[in-house]
């Protein structure tokens, strides 16, 4: 077996590689974080993944929505979890390693993940375990980094630098600044991952950093611009106003600074 280990914290990376190479598995990386892993992973036919669930930047979900289903190996998760919340994973073949683990459970986890390895089944199992790890999570954080794939490279946006989002025919147009990234996904599978009182959508085909509204203009027949603070301006459609109107409302009604300003917000005479 060829294995690629990803692990943020040095001690740990290294018992489960003595672990591995011990057990007679060949070690091709030793990843301190989400990104080496994926770099990792795109250079190496691996065919095993040991996983650190919770690792800064790219955590272990992402590093798995940013493969590609094909070139997914048997993963085995490290995982500081308690035991209820992956208790209900010890039906599938994709395994855990419950922080600490002994190297009995060690080699127990590797020859469930040799069982299924090739298995039509393994696709499956690895997207249902990341939905349901993911729900254990107690705070929602929001993913910090996009990782964008293309022609044999990976690239690594952060989320905060966003100013906004357009969906163009069959991919995303990220925009930062001057400069345009793509990145093939839906519009809705990429609002559904970012946090909703930061990313606001507001119109079937754009979604935008709400630290980057300079606030409303208004140009005729009830219709609305989003201004950002760089001068660019985006239509705001009628069928995403009211998700706009809450979004303010909320602001005005925390207590907190406003991400916008009252005085910048323009709204019809009956919205006053």
């Not at 940013?66 to 919340?85: C, L, S």
């Not at 190297?103 to 499956?124: I, N, Y």
């Not at 400069?179 to 991952?193: G, P, S």
């Not at 980057?212 to 239509?235: F, T």
């Amino acid at each position: 077996m060829r294995a690629i280990i990803a692990e943020d914290e040095l001690v740990a990376r290294q018992c489960i590689s003595t672990m591995a190479k011990a057990y007679g598995i060949e070690v091709l990386a030793e990843c301190k974080n989400g990104e080496e892993a994926l770099l990792s992973l795109e250079k190496y036919q691996a065919d095993l993944l040991l996983l650190d669930v919770q690792m800064p930047g790219i955590d272990g979900f992402e590093v798995l929505r940013g493969m590609r289903p094909e070139a997914m190996p048997a993963v085995i998760f490290t995982t500081a979890y308690d035991q209820y919340a992956v208790r209900a994973f010890d039906h599938n073949a994709v395994d855990y390693l419950l922080k600490p683990f002994d190297e009995e459970r060690f080699r127990k986890a590797v020859d469930r993940a040799q069982l299924q390895m090739g298995t039509s089944h393994h696709g499956h199992l690895i997207r249902h375990l990341i939905s349901e790890l993911s729900k254990a999570r107690q705070v929602r954080t929001g993913p910090q980094r996009l990782v964008l794939r293309s022609r044999g490279q990976v690239t690594f946006l952060r989320v905060d630098e966003i100013d906004w989002i357009e969906a163009s025919h069959n991919h995303l147009k990220i925009h930062i600044g001057r400069d345009v990234h793509l990145l093939r996904q839906t519009i809705a599978e990429v609002e559904a991952r970012l946090l909703p009182d930061r990313f606001l959508r507001i119109h079937r085909s754009m979604i935008v950093n709400v630290d980057r509204i300079r606030g409303l203009e208004a140009c005729g027949y009830g219709e609305y611009l989003v201004v950002l603070h760089n001068g660019k301006k985006l239509s705001l459609s009628r069928g995403y106003r009211d998700r706009l109107d809450r979004f303010i409302d909320g602001l005005l009604a925390s207590g907190e600074p406003p991400v916008l300003s009252p005085a910048a917000i323009l709204r019809p005479p009956e919205k006053l």
